[in-house]
């Protein structure tokens, strides 16, 4: 059986929970029936680099649908 996260994440549940461990002990989340963030900066830090591309590529898509809507717009106008 899976968690929803390992479905998404496609990790095992012993990752997700010695991840989740580490981020507790340096103070960055806190979790119980959820998760917080404790320290957003600490937690962008401890994320591998792949963050940094999946963040351009939702702002390119984002500044892509930004234009298509915009032209929609002057077409329908």
Do not use: N, Y
């Not at 580490?22 to 957003?40: C, F, H, M, P, T």
């Amino acid at each position: 059986m899976t968690t929803p996260c390992e479905g998404r994440l496609g990790v095992q549940r012993t990752t997700i929970a010695a991840s989740i461990s580490s981020l507790q002990k340096r103070r960055v989340i806190k979790s119980g029936r959820g998760v917080e963030v404790l320290d957003a900066d600490g937690l962008a830090d401890s994320a591998c680099s792949c963050r940094d591309t999946l963040a351009f590529l939702c702002s390119d898509i984002q500044s892509a649908a930004d234009t298509v809507c915009e032209a929609e717009l002057v077409m329908r106008g």
